[in-house]
């Protein structure tokens, strides 16, 4: 049984949280404040971890970065707050994803089965080259390290899920619901902000010049594709 770890000091919203994982069959537990949630977290043997970022303690922001050198388990930020750079800021500290209150909690359940089906995929048997090498980027799928000119280059789990699905499939365009889709395993939703913050971090670990990408192109009015 998959276990899930809920980062909530909302008593009624994290109830809710694990009864509809638990009619999924997740195990669930449950910490109210920042310290306790990191401590559980990195003690723990946890499938999935779902973070409010609003806690007592110690912040969201906080716990995802020390989660982060240490675990590579999916990280769902859970936030009411609308500020696209709360967003932002959370997926670049390394979570793989995130969900606004209020929401429902069957999405919940759903974004949760999602993270956790492309997490498995990509630990599980692959049928991808061992390397791809295109231009100056190397990607080897058995270890799951990434070099620019020989230098290794340190991704976060969904970043290198991003990079090696655009190199598999160079010079074609993806708009971004399609690579949510395609590297999240789950609809967009209308919201795009999650896969234009990691194409951003991506340039910026990547290209020489982030502003001019050399490999990864934004298709004005299509989408974005890895130019071989």
């Known amino acids: 049984m998959e276990k899930i770890l809920i980062v909530e000091d909302d008593g009624a919203i994290a109830a809710i949280e694990r ?71 959370g997926l670049g500290l390394g979570a793989d994803d995130y969900i606004e209150k209020p929401f429902s909690p069957s999405v919940l359940v759903a974004r949760v089965k999602a993270n956790l089906a492309q997490y498995k995929r990509l630990l599980g048997t692959k049928k991808e080259p061992d390397e791809i090498a295109l231009g100056a980027i190397r990607l080897n799928t058995g270890t799951h390290r990434v070099y620019v000119n020989n230098r290794e280059v340190e991704l976060k789990n969904k970043e290198y899920e991003l990079l090696l699905f655009l190199m598999l499939h160079v010079d074609m365009v993806f708009d971004r619901e399609a690579l949510y889709e395609k590297v999240w395993g789950l609809d967009a939703m209308g919201d795009n902000a999650t896969v234009a913050v990691h194409i951003n971090r991506l340039r910026e670990k990547l290209e020489e010049n982030p502003s001019k990408p050399r490999y990864i192109e934004t298709v004005w009015g299509a989408g974005y594709r890895f130019k071989g």
């Open 19 to 89: 009864d509809y994982l638990e009619l999924d069959h997740f195990e669930v537990e449950i910490a109210t404040d920042g310290i306790a949630g990191l401590n559980l977290a990195l003690s723990g043997n946890f499938n999935l971890i779902l973070l409010d970022l609003m806690l007592p303690g110690m912040d969201g922001f906080s716990i995802c970065r020390r989660l982060r050198e240490k675990l590579n388990i999916p990280i769902l930020m859970v936030t009411a707050r609308q500020e696209d750079i709360d967003k932002i800021r």
